[in-house]
């Protein structure tokens, strides 16, 4: 889609405001009630979806074009879908997150790209990584003392965080070697191992993460590859979801699913007891943007020449169907482990502000958003905030909350591993 093919959505945008809230029966205080941290942090109401959907219309009318400030509007969306949520509360006929993206892209296409996404999309180009410095020579250094599955039914996808950074390398060898001593068959891609790309479609390069999507999808089939484990949650929406859109066929499970399954089964017995508070973080690709891809392809039609309507009925995804319980469930199955909950939680959790590349491309918009987020964890009273994905764990790392507190990070991996 071109930007020109929201026009009907930015027209029928009626302003209730609720891409600026959680729904208002999941509000529990007024300090934890906002959703879209680009908007709460400029204050202006073209950083919200309606705005952005004000803004698309007058670029596609030509009101205006495109100036340093917009350019820094359309990509300070942190891709986290929260407004996608609360808009579909009450609307069925706009897709807010859809728009954002398209809105990134026609900045790009236009020529809006900074030169710390130039040195990215280099990276990306040359290295297959979008961690900018980053050699493809050393991805797989992190697994080469690990004893793969010659006869493997399942796959290990790291992501550059994990196969990278020096301490959550180590923490992606932890995952790797509690799956092979479960009896899990787990293979790894080694030298074909390669990014996602799903960072370059949230900032709205899409031609770049299509190029690298298409080589993964033949790297999958090269290997054989049937069912995908990664505990990246980038990775986890950009292979569910975007890859199926290009075609991917496979099973594609985040590491806490697998992990709730093994122990479900009583395949992974938890030994130790483990006296923590802890709080979870759901992130944003892994909840409210991990439900599975519906294929479509419908038209749009309307009933009197006024209801918008589809057919056939066009998918719905409104963050029901995300990875929620899995990763309390294994909180929970841990021996001393006491889990109080954030006030914005499961759909509705606030992003942690590493989304849409937002480290590199605004960070003082990131780290600010990470400090709302370490705020309302520390509310609870918990020692520990738990997530599930390196990005977020991350942009949590060192930051502090409104009162000048940081909090305890671990990724849940940590968790379990001190159980064991």
């Given at each position: 889609m071109?930007?020109k093919d929201?026009v009907?959505m930015?027209?029928r945008c ?13 509000i529990?205080?007024n ?7 680009a908007g709460?942090?400029?204050n202006?109401?073209t ?6 959907f004000?803004?698309g ?13 917009r350019?820094?509007i ?5 891709d986290?879908g929260?407004?996608d949520?609360s ?5 069925y006929n706009?897709?807010p997150?859809?728009h954002?993206?398209?809105?990134k892209h ?5 020529g ?5 996404q ?8 040359k290295?297959h990584?979008l961690l ?6 050393d991805?797989?250094?992190?697994a ?5 599955a010659?006869d ?6 790291p ?11 180590a ?7 509690i ?16 990014c996602?790309?799903?960072?370059a ?10 190029k690298?999507a298409?080589?993964n ?8 590859v049937?069912?995908?484990?990664t505990?990246?949650?980038d ?6 979801r975007l ?7 496979v099973?594609?499970?985040h590491?806490v699913e697998?992990?709730d399954r093994l122990i ?9 007891t ?7 973080h ?6 409210r943007?991990?439900e599975p891809?519906?294929?479509w392809?419908?038209?749009e039609?309307k009933?009197l ?7 056939p ?16 469930n294994?909180i929970?199955a841990?021996?001393?482990?006491r889990?109080v909950?954030?006030e914005?939680?499961k759909e509705?959790?606030w992003?942690?502000g590493?989304?849409?590349?937002m ?8 780290k600010?958003?990470?400090s709302?987020?370490?705020t309302?964890a520390n509310?609870t009273?918990?020692?520990t905030l738990v997530?599930?994905?390196?990005w977020c764990?991350s942009n949590f790392a060192?930051a502090v ?9 671990m990724d849940?991996i940590d968790l379990v591993k001190?159980?064991?």
């Amino acid at each position: 889609m071109a930007l020109k093919d929201f026009v009907a959505m930015q027209e029928r945008c009626s302003n209730c405001s609720f891409c600026k809230w959680i729904p208002f029966d999941k509000i529990k205080s007024n300090r934890f009630s906002e959703n879209c941290p680009a908007g709460v942090w400029a204050n202006w109401n073209t950083y919200f979806a309606r705005g952005r959907f004000q803004m698309g219309l007058a670029l596609v009318n030509g009101e205006f074009d495109y100036n340093s400030e917009r350019a820094d509007i359309a990509r300070s969306c942190l891709d986290c879908g929260a407004c996608d949520v609360s808009c579909k509360v009450c609307r069925y006929n706009l897709e807010p997150l859809a728009h954002n993206r398209e809105l990134k892209h026609d900045a790009v296409e236009h020529g809006n790209v900074l030169a710390v996404q130039k040195k990215m999309l280099d990276s990306y180009a040359k290295e297959h990584t979008l961690l900018a410095g980053k050699k493809k020579e050393d991805r797989a250094k992190w697994a080469e003392k690990i004893a793969w599955a010659k006869d493997a039914e399942v796959f290990f996808f790291p992501g550059c965080k994990y196969s990278y950074d020096r301490k959550l390398a180590a923490k992606a060898k932890d995952i790797a070697e509690i799956l092979l001593s479960a009896g899990v068959k787990l293979g790894y891609l080694g030298k074909d191992d390669a990014c996602c790309g799903g960072r370059a479609y949230q900032m709205g390069f899409f031609d770049e993460f299509a190029k690298g999507a298409d080589a993964n999808i033949k790297a999958f089939k090269k290997h054989g590859v049937k069912t995908i484990v990664t505990p990246c949650s980038d990775c986890y929406h950009a292979l569910k979801r975007l890859y199926a859109e290009r075609g991917l066929d496979v099973e594609v499970l985040h590491v806490v699913e697998y992990l709730d399954r093994l122990i479900q089964d009583g395949t992974i017995k938890f030994t130790r007891t483990v006296n923590r508070t802890v709080t979870y973080h759901d992130p944003c690709h892994l909840g409210r943007q991990g439900e599975p891809y519906e294929a479509w392809n419908g038209t749009e039609k309307k009933i009197l020449n006024q209801i918008h309507t589809w057919e056939p009925r066009r998918p719905r995804y409104n963050g029901r169907l995300g990875i929620y319980e899995e990763p309390r469930n294994i909180i929970k199955a841990i021996p001393g482990v006491r889990l109080v909950e954030m006030e914005r939680i499961k759909e509705y959790a606030w992003c942690c502000g590493a989304g849409g590349g937002m480290q590199a491309v605004n960070p003082e918009l990131s780290k600010w958003t990470a400090s709302e987020r370490i705020t309302e964890a520390n509310a609870t009273g918990a020692d520990t905030l738990v997530t599930a994905c390196p990005w977020c764990e991350s942009n949590f790392a060192g930051a502090v909350d409104e009162n000048g507190r940081t909090i305890n990070v671990m990724d849940i991996i940590d968790l379990v591993k001190e159980a064991l």
